[in-house]
């Protein structure tokens, strides 16, 4: 089999770690071409991962050009603000897309992208990639399976003790938003998910910020002091039109010991969270903790984080471009993602 030919458009330390490292893993493709406007990166990527001159990919500075070139895939690790334009470009070349989260800064230009891709048939599939840890898919499993019954409400939560600064999250024009856009998006989906991906019906929400109003600073956050311009805290409820619903939290600068992420959800007849993971059937008049039967050798056997994570999502990706299975990530859910980080910012801003 030819292998497929593949793109990647961001060579910061997210698209030399998740997509350049990964697709180098895949048996059926190649890193053809890379692409950034920082020379660095470039040689930065060139050195950790083509130290072999014969197998190197081309090289560039301008997206344009590397859509020039003959590719299967494009990969979009760049800042929000890039990503529709290029994800539309590369799928009206007749190439199949994998952007990073979040997909885009408005829900106008994620519905672009979605129509940029029932336009082309291509593949297209935003990276929620916490979809691709093994304790997700087992809680994914046992929902499905009926351990909770019928699922109705879920507590997306996202706790982060610090700011994301290996990127320029906290800058709003480059990354969309921080807590929310930058962070909590994934618990977001995953609590879709887990919800069985029902119809959006309302979102309302609030955001705020207090990194300003900090007394101190660690050396990291005082390099960011003057271009911070994003939320650091974030709630929201949500509503779906089956009467199912969704509360999210999203806070950046979080005491060290809830550094941590989640999804709780409850149904007509148990209850499931990942932190701690636990799964329970409510049988005989009580809740029945049925976690052993579905993690039988314990969380150390569950727990897929960092390269793992990302390792799943990029092979996924391909294995459907490869047209071997269906994306996982649906357009109706990169919609309903987008939807609900758009109501909750809406929310705020009119309060």
């Not at 040689?43 to 070139?69: A, K």
Request: net charge negative.
């Amino acid at each position: 089999m030819e292998k497929l030919r593949v793109g990647v458009v961001g060579c910061g330390r997210f698209g030399r770690t998740a997509y350049v490292r990964n697709i180098l893993t895949y048996p059926n493709a190649k890193v053809a071409a890379i692409c950034d406007v920082d020379a660095g990166r470039i040689e930065q990527t060139i050195d950790e991962h083509f130290p072999d001159e014969t197998s190197r990919p081309s090289v560039c500075d301008n997206y344009r050009d590397l859509l020039g070139e003959d590719l299967d895939v494009v990969m979009v690790a760049t800042m929000a603000d890039l990503r529709p334009e290029i994800t539309v470009a590369a799928l009206d070349r007749g190439m199949h897309v994998l952007a990073a989260k979040p997909m885009a800064f408005t829900l106008a230009e994620a519905e672009s992208m979605l129509e940029a891709a029932e336009r082309s048939g291509k593949r297209f599939m935003v990276g929620y990639n916490f979809r691709f840890q093994n304790d997700t898919e087992t809680m994914r499993r046992f929902i499905e399976d009926g351990g909770i019954g019928e699922p109705m409400f879920a507590r997306a939560w996202s706790h982060e003790a610090s700011v994301p600064t290996w990127g320029p999250h906290y800058i709003k024009k480059l990354s969309g938003g921080g807590s929310l856009a930058s962070t909590a998006v994934h618990v977001i989906d995953l609590a879709l998910w887990f919800l069985g991906s029902p119809t959006l019906e309302t979102v309302t929400g609030h955001t705020a910020s207090r990194f300003h109003d900090l007394p101190s600073y660690p050396e990291k956050l005082e390099a960011v002091r003057d271009t911070y311009d994003t939320e650091d805290i974030v709630s929201g409820h949500v509503k779906f039109k089956d009467g199912k619903s969704m509360t999210v939290e999203g806070m950046w600068l979080a005491p060290a010991p809830l550094n941590r992420k989640g999804v709780d959800v409850w149904g007509s007849a148990g209850y499931a969270t990942l932190d701690p993971f636990t799964l329970m059937s409510w049988q005989h008049g009580d809740y029945v903790d049925r976690t052993k039967e579905y993690a039988p050798y314990g969380m150390e056997t569950l727990s897929a984080y960092g390269r793992t994570r990302t390792t799943g999502e990029v092979h996924h990706f391909l294995d459907c471009c490869l047209g071997k299975t269906e994306p996982r990530i649906t357009p109706h859910e990169m919609w309903t993602n987008q939807a609900i980080v758009e109501g909750i910012y809406a929310g705020s801003s009119s309060s």
